[in-house]
């Protein structure tokens, strides 16, 4: 088996995952990862020969704009106080914590070095975390804590692993230059985020195409992503800024189409891709048990000081943080994402799995030092990250849908219902109001507008009919079954209009250009109801 092979058996295992996992009550991430591990174990597939400085740009600009499709801007603004207090501060400590540890057990290891490994396993991973609470039914409060946790921390964990490698191999650090260096990172990310945000904006408006603009949004967090880091900034920042602001700003709620076309090839990519890197996650022990080869015992207790010191700092940390930020919370009049209760901390704590991020960074460790010394510990810094990442990852995500069943958190049911409710209020009187307006500069019939106004009333109503009363509940029912007759019936027709024309694109003379335009109008006219 080659490396092209073995990116196909990735693809395939990513999209067969998905349905196991749900029969199976387990979180996708977690089964490819073991579907990895598997593979690396069979003789006959081969080592990841992947180029460590080419998986962060390849994997996570797709896997974090897609992440930030399902938040928003106001979310995040509403949220920066807690995605500070509980995401970003922790990454600190855990890396501090790390590599006090790390430099105490771990022989040979430069204090440099040990604050390198404390960096790449302090932050959480977005796409593990996301995609194992979001399939959970978990408070949405909840998941968008973990959402801004996982999009944010990896900012400050990567600039810190950068300015601890360069402390490392250059045997030199100054902590005015590592700030420096940390400020303006965040400040290029920010603007070529900005900048790559209004450029795609102003060029998707011209684009006009569904299909040019969905491409679009594919190229443009890979450009963010590395035109950032030429210029010295973060280029995860650079991807969430650019992610945020089309998100914001390039939303067109007359594009019916292009909105369900962008949305499913999203959820495409974020499937794949997702798949692929937890694949390699597991792939990735060929290199790593050659490391341990005759110190089995000696790596594995110093890894489990160290993923001790890993999942016992964040508990420790958000324990007080959540206590203080819901304080704090309390003195606002502000509407905050933050954990309500004591067991939604439990969650939010073993929520905090590691994935592809503390991948790369492990495998991007240099080799030697700027002298031509060996890098200090570089074996046993891998092994270390393996073992955070495999302990957290599977032990925590196969154990977390347990964990919640028995804290019993579940999602606001009752709050995501009464929001549904009031949204179906305003569209329904903003569907009048236009009706109104129309009806104020056209002459139309007054069974029409009848008719119309009902119309303009079942628009809210089919979103929430918790918004009607009783009696015009029962009216609506009757209405909605009559409605679904008649598109059951629609839908049968339009089906054998399918049917026919598609029979005609194996005639002879057809012209399959053609039959595919016919197609594509029924298809259309499908979709819209009939």
Request: charged fraction near 20%; hydrophobic fraction near 55%.
């Given at each position: 088996?080659?490396?092209?092979?073995?990116?196909?058996?990735?693809?395939?295992?990513?999209?067969?995952?998905?349905?196991?996992?749900?029969?199976?009550?387990?979180?996708?991430?977690?089964?490819?990862?073991?579907?990895?591990?598997?593979?690396?174990?069979?003789?006959?597939?081969?080592?990841?020969?992947?180029?460590p400085e080419f998986i962060l740009p390849l994997l996570l600009p797709p896997l974090?704009?897609?992440?930030?499709?399902?938040?928003?801007?106001?979310?995040?603004?509403?949220?920066?106080?807690?995605?500070?207090?509980?995401?970003?501060?922790?990454?600190?400590?855990?890396?501090?914590?790390?590599?006090?540890?790390?430099?105490?057990?771990?022989?040979?290891?430069?204090?440099?070095?040990?604050?390198?490994?404390?960096?790449?396993?302090?932050?959480?991973?977005?796409?593990?975390?996301?995609?194992?609470?979001?399939?959970?039914?978990?408070?949405?409060?909840?998941?968008?804590?973990?959402?801004?946790?996982?999009?944010?921390?990896?900012?400050?964990?990567?600039?810190?692993?950068?300015?601890?490698?360069?402390?490392?191999?250059?045997?030199?650090?100054?902590?005015?230059?590592?700030?420096?260096?940390?400020?303006?990172?965040?400040?290029?990310?920010?603007?070529?985020?900005?900048?790559?945000?209004?450029?795609?904006?102003?060029?998707?408006?011209?684009?006009?195409?569904?299909?040019?603009?969905?491409?679009?949004?594919?190229?443009?967090?890979?450009?963010?992503?590395?035109?950032?880091?030429?210029?010295?900034?973060?280029?995860?920042?650079?991807?969430?800024?650019?992610?945020?602001?089309?998100?914001?700003?390039?939303?067109?709620?007359?594009?019916?189409?292009?909105?369900?076309?962008?949305?499913?090839?999203?959820?495409?990519?974020?499937?794949?891709?997702?798949?692929?890197?937890?694949?390699?996650?597991?792939?990735?022990?060929?290199?790593?048990?050659?490391?341990?080869?005759?110190?089995?015992?000696?790596?594995?207790?110093?890894?489990?000081?160290?993923?001790?010191?890993?999942?016992?700092?964040?508990?420790?940390?958000?324990?007080?943080?959540?206590?203080?930020?819901?304080?704090?919370?309390?003195?606002?009049?502000?509407?905050?994402?933050?954990?309500?209760?004591?067991?939604?901390?439990?969650?939010?704590?073993?929520?905090?799995?590691?994935?592809?991020?503390?991948?790369?960074?492990?495998?991007?460790?240099?080799?030697?030092?700027?002298?031509?010394?060996?890098?200090?510990?570089?074996?046993?810094?891998?092994?270390?990250?393996?073992?955070?990442?495999?302990?957290?990852?599977?032990?925590?995500?196969?154990?977390?849908?347990?964990?919640?069943?028995?804290?019993?958190?579940?999602?606001?049911?009752?709050?995501?219902?009464?929001?549904?409710?009031?949204?179906?209020?305003?569209?329904?009187?903003?569907?009048?109001?236009?009706?109104?307006?129309?009806?104020?500069?056209?002459?139309?019939?007054?069974?029409?507008?009848?008719?119309?106004?009902?119309?303009?009333?079942?628009?809210?109503?089919?979103?929430?009919?918790?918004?009607?009363?009783?009696?015009?509940?029962?009216?609506?029912?009757?209405?909605?079954?009559?409605?679904?007759?008649?598109?059951?019936?629609?839908?049968?027709?339009?089906?054998?209009?399918?049917?026919?024309?598609?029979?005609?694109?194996?005639?002879?003379?057809?012209?399959?250009?053609?039959?595919?335009?016919?197609?594509?109008?029924?298809?259309?006219?499908?979709?819209?109801?009939?």
């Amino acid at each position: 088996m080659d490396q092209l092979a073995l990116l196909f058996v990735l693809l395939i295992g990513a999209v067969v995952m998905v349905p196991l996992a749900d029969r199976l009550g387990l979180p996708s991430p977690v089964l490819m990862t073991l579907a990895g591990i598997v593979l690396a174990l069979l003789p006959f597939v081969p080592n990841v020969d992947v180029p460590p400085e080419f998986i962060l740009p390849l994997l996570l600009p797709p896997l974090l704009y897609a992440s930030v499709q399902r938040t928003s801007w106001r979310q995040f603004t509403a949220n920066v106080r807690p995605i500070f207090l509980l995401a970003v501060a922790l990454v600190f400590v855990t890396t501090a914590a790390v590599a006090v540890v790390a430099n105490a057990v771990v022989p040979g290891i430069s204090v440099a070095a040990a604050v390198a490994l404390g960096a790449l396993v302090a932050p959480p991973d977005p796409v593990a975390a996301t995609a194992v609470a979001g399939s959970l039914g978990l408070p949405r409060r909840l998941v968008s804590i973990l959402e801004g946790e996982g999009l944010f921390n990896d900012v400050t964990a990567i600039v810190l692993y950068h300015v601890a490698i360069a402390a490392a191999v250059s045997g030199s650090f100054s902590i005015p230059g590592a700030f420096g260096e940390f400020v303006l990172s965040a400040v290029v990310a920010v603007a070529v985020g900005l900048a790559l945000g209004w450029a795609a904006k102003r060029l998707m408006d011209l684009l006009g195409d569904a299909t040019l603009q969905i491409g679009l949004t594919l190229l443009v967090p890979f450009v963010s992503y590395v035109l950032a880091e030429e210029f010295k900034g973060s280029g995860v920042l650079a991807v969430l800024t650019s992610a945020l602001f089309l998100a914001e700003y390039a939303m067109d709620a007359d594009d019916v189409l292009g909105r369900l076309a962008g949305h499913t090839f999203w959820e495409v990519v974020d499937t794949l891709v997702t798949g692929v890197a937890f694949g390699l996650i597991g792939l990735e022990l060929h290199h790593v048990v050659g490391v341990a080869a005759g110190r089995w015992g000696e790596m594995l207790s110093i890894s489990a000081a160290v993923v001790g010191v890993v999942v016992g700092v964040r508990l420790l940390w958000l324990l007080p943080a959540a206590w203080l930020a819901k304080k704090l919370h309390s003195r606002r009049d502000i509407d905050e994402d933050i954990p309500l209760s004591w067991r939604e901390t439990v969650i939010m704590w073993w929520s905090g799995m590691r994935g592809v991020a503390s991948v790369a960074l492990a495998l991007a460790i240099p080799l030697t030092m700027d002298d031509g010394s060996p890098f200090p510990a570089r074996d046993e810094i891998l092994f270390i990250a393996f073992a955070v990442i495999m302990a957290t990852l599977v032990v925590q995500g196969l154990t977390l849908p347990w964990l919640v069943r028995l804290l019993g958190v579940q999602s606001d049911t009752d709050a995501e219902r009464e929001f549904a409710r009031r949204l179906a209020v305003r569209a329904a009187k903003a569907a009048k109001l236009r009706l109104l307006e129309i009806e104020q500069g056209e002459e139309l019939p007054d069974d029409l507008v009848e008719q119309l106004k009902r119309r303009a009333y079942d628009v809210g109503a089919r979103i929430s009919p918790d918004m009607l009363d009783e009696e015009r509940r029962e009216a609506h029912a009757q209405r909605v079954e009559r409605i679904r007759t008649v598109q059951r019936i629609q839908s049968e027709m339009l089906s054998a209009a399918r049917h026919e024309v598609l029979a005609a694109r194996s005639e002879p003379g057809a012209d399959p250009e053609v039959v595919d335009r016919v197609l594509r109008h029924l298809d259309v006219r499908s979709l819209r109801g009939g």
